[in-house]
């Protein structure tokens, strides 16, 4: 079978017309977006599925991922506001979500991002005390994210997260905080032995006041017993009952037979004792009790009489 010229031409422009069809129909792969420029210029953005463009007029532009990412900040050094230098990296994560900003509002995008977020580290660091960059982290983390998405919203990203790493003081510096840490804690030590020790002293001087007031109330009330025991005692005497002055003699004698017989530097005690007459003021003595308290009963019985009092001398 021989092909004329017409056939020729005939199958040349199926073959024209499959090639253009290929070429006008454009995949684009989930979580991605592509840009279409018609001589040169933007005009549309190609979303995820099947796309038609007019070929040899309209051409794929740019291909952007509108998945977050992260981008890695490399470490690099920071002087802090009384002049420490510390060494600082970190982390930011971003999305696009304009594709045609992202690709025609700033050239190379990562790098853009990072030399903003690189900048904006020194800088906010910067304006901060070593102590406070050590111990404010999530503050600075915050103050970052916002600086760096707000200055990056123009060229359809958003930063979503920004993250330190790690802050690195030079060693010598770490051994300074570390004494000062040792310091600080022994201070504290020292502190809450004073407390406790004042604590103690004053619940003790609590305790020695309320000894001296319970003591005070204890020779009160014997005082009181005394000056009511001397009140009846003198009302008896008034009354003309001379059992009552016996009373008084026979407690004095025998208060001083007591102190005798315990002083330390006698040896020997040699005096003389008339037994009936301690024995009738003893009697004297029962006898008020009973008129004062109202006992019933006969006599006391009477003692027989005892010899002179004769100490031994101290075998010690």
Request: glycine share 6%.
């Amino acid at each position: 079978m021989e092909f004329t010229g017409f056939d020729i031409v005939i199958a040349a422009l199926v073959v024209l017309v499959v090639l253009v069809l290929f070429m006008g129909i454009k995949t684009v792969g989930q979580g991605y977006n592509f840009t279409v420029e018609r001589f040169g210029r933007y005009t549309k953005t190609l979303t995820p599925g099947l796309n038609l463009i007019i070929p040899f007029i309209d051409r794929i532009g740019a291909k952007l991922n509108m998945m977050e990412q992260v981008l890695d900040v490399p470490t690099q050094e920071v002087i802090t506001r009384d002049n420490a230098i510390v060494a600082v990296d970190g982390v930011a994560f971003y999305q696009v979500l304009n594709a045609a900003q992202a690709a025609y509002q700033v050239s190379n995008l990562q790098n853009a991002i990072l030399n903003l977020t690189m900048t904006n580290i020194r800088s906010v660091m910067g304006s901060m005390d070593l102590d406070e960059l050590l111990s404010n982290r999530d503050a600075i983390n915050e103050r970052l994210l916002r600086i760096v998405d707000e200055a990056a919203h123009v060229w359809g990203i958003k930063v979503t997260r920004v993250e330190i790493k790690d802050i690195n003081p030079p060693a010598n510096l770490v051994e300074s905080m570390a004494r000062q840490m040792m310091a600080e804690r022994t201070k504290r030590a020292q502190i809450l032995e004073a407390e406790g020790l004042k604590q103690a002293q004053v619940l003790e001087a609590e305790g020695r006041k309320e000894a001296a007031f319970r003591d005070a109330e204890a020779r009160e009330r014997a005082a009181e017993a005394e000056a009511r025991a001397t009140q009846v005692v003198s009302e008896a005497i008034a009354k003309g009952d001379v059992q009552a002055i016996n009373y008084f003699i026979a407690q004095k004698y025998t208060e001083a037979l007591s102190h005798i017989a315990s002083a330390n530097n006698s040896k020997i005690v040699l005096m003389p004792l008339e037994a009936s007459s301690l024995i009738g003021t003893l009697g004297g003595i029962g006898a008020i009790a009973r008129d004062v308290f109202g006992h019933d009963g006969g006599p006391a019985p009477r003692s027989p009489a005892r010899p002179p009092v004769t100490r031994v001398p101290d075998q010690g």
